[in-house]
């Protein structure tokens, strides 16, 4: 249980482009989830929490804007890097909130990472 | 300061060792702590979850929690090859809809 899909894994585009991540959650439904960046050798940095049917809550430093976040349904969530540039190359994680489950617990559950190389 | 404390490494250790990896944290509103597994370019992996101070146990692996020194760790027992990876240690200040406050990660490494 608690199995949360990413697509695409890697993606390459020309600057100026968006590129569309999609986040899924199969088994379980997720009110919450929450968008991560993470740099070579760095750790997770938050961008954004997303719940179900409302805006997002993005964290200080991210540009709103630049990182549109829609959570339309209890198992999706997509985040759409607009007008992407090299420095929005980083390696993208979501992670969705699930409540109690098999294992007892009330926590997140991790994508796979979606890896984003703008050229 | 950081608010999560976490030695990145690298660690290299034997087969078969007991591995430890340690982090402290300042805020003290912090009460579930947790250890996820990052395998190079892939998604974190939750490993354990406690609440609050004390120990919890899962096969191999043990998390313990101390409160009062605002430490905790992860032992891994029998440590093999497939646990190289990077452990991140997290924390928040409520369930699973508090944002989670990581650390930097410690690479590990077991050598056959």
Redesign the interface.
Known sequence: G?V?S?HPSRVICKSGTSVKIECRSLDFQA??M?WYRQFP????M?MA?SNEGSKATYEQGVEKDKFLINHASLTLSTLTVTSAHPEDSS?Y?C?A???GGQ?G?????????T?LTVL | QKEVEQD?GPLSVPEGAIVSLNCTYSNSAFQ?F?W?RQYS??????LM?TYSSGNKEDGRFTAQVDKSSKYISLFIRDSQPSDSATY?CAMSAG???Q??V????T?LTINP
């Open positions: 608690a949360v990413q009110t919450t929450f050798k760095q750790s997770l938050l929490t390696f994680i992670s909130r699930d409540i294992r617990t009330d926590t997140q559950y991790f994508g796979p990472g890896r | 990145p579930y947790m996820y370019r892939k998604g974190p992996e939750l979850y991140l369930k699973g809809a944002k989670l990581f650390g930097q990660g690479r």
